[in-house]
């Protein structure tokens, strides 16, 4: 089931409520004169700020879904967002995620030319406050989200896994730094790869430990042992 559409069908469904007017401030146990405590919070600003604020004190904070209620009626309007740390964060409130409980906030950075924006996200359970500004709404217009292909995710799941497999072949099992610094300097010049803690070089040469010259032999009949020995003497003069 797609939850994400069924949200939006539900906000499309649901009653237009009026655009907050410019300077209004929600907090935690707000709302209209004349309700108790229980619908006080009950009201959309004062849900958004009652679990920050129970956060910011210690005590238990209402669920982040409650405190999103308010952010889905204020989207498109320039808003200014209070955190418990202090902080504030401004801009345009492009959307809020009921599922994760993230509001994303748009604004264009001081001196930034161009349509370049930077987007802010902001878990609705550390926002003390909101407060509705006089300033103009960004015309917030981000990127086309498109789907994406499964064969495409599959294909860079085994790039990665083929990617970590390397590196991991690369580090020596219950080896010395000495040993890794060698397999190190020696994968500089020719091909190298751990077998536990022995390195095979060119699938040719087998350098046991200690790792010296004479501990090379030959995997195979190519003629490539010399030329191993020679460069692993030159590298063990360097870390000498």
């Known amino acids: 089931m797609d939850y994400r559409a069924a949200a939006r069908n539900n906000l499309g469904t649901a009653q237009p409520k009026p655009p907050a007017p410019a300077g209004a401030r929600m907090k935690a146990n707000s709302g209209p004169p004349g309700l108790g405590n229980g619908a006080k919070r009950a009201a959309a600003g004062a849900s958004l700020s009652y679990a920050a604020t129970a956060k910011k004190n210690g005590g238990p904070a209402r669920s982040e879904a409650q405190a999103g209620q308010s952010l889905t009626s204020l989207a498109g309007t320039a808003v200014e967002l209070e955190l418990v740390d202090g902080s504030t964060v401004k801009g345009t409130l492009y959307a809020y995620d009921v599922y994760s409980g993230v509001a994303a906030v748009v604004a264009k950075p001081e001196g930034a030319a161009g349509s370049k924006m930077q987007v802010s996200l902001v878990k609705a359970a550390n926002i003390v406050s909101v407060q509705v500004v006089e300033a103009q ?29 390397e590196r991991a072949a690369r580090i020596g099992v219950g080896v010395s730094d000495k040993a890794q610094s060698i397999f190190e300097a020696l994968s ?20 046991e430990p200690p790792y010296t010259v004479e501990s090379c032999r030959e995997l195979s009949a190519a003629p490539s042992l010399p030329r191993v020995k020679k460069v692993l003497q030159g590298e063990l003069s360097r870390l000498v």
């Open 137 to 165: 709404a960004e015309d917030v217009r981000l990127p086309e989200v498109r789907p994406v292909e499964p064969a495409a995710i599959e294909a860079r799941k085994q790039r990665e896994l083929g990617l970590a497999r």
């Open 188 to 207: 500089k010049t020719m091909p190298c790869r751990w077998d536990q803690d022995k390195i095979i070089v060119l699938d040719e040469v087998l350098i």
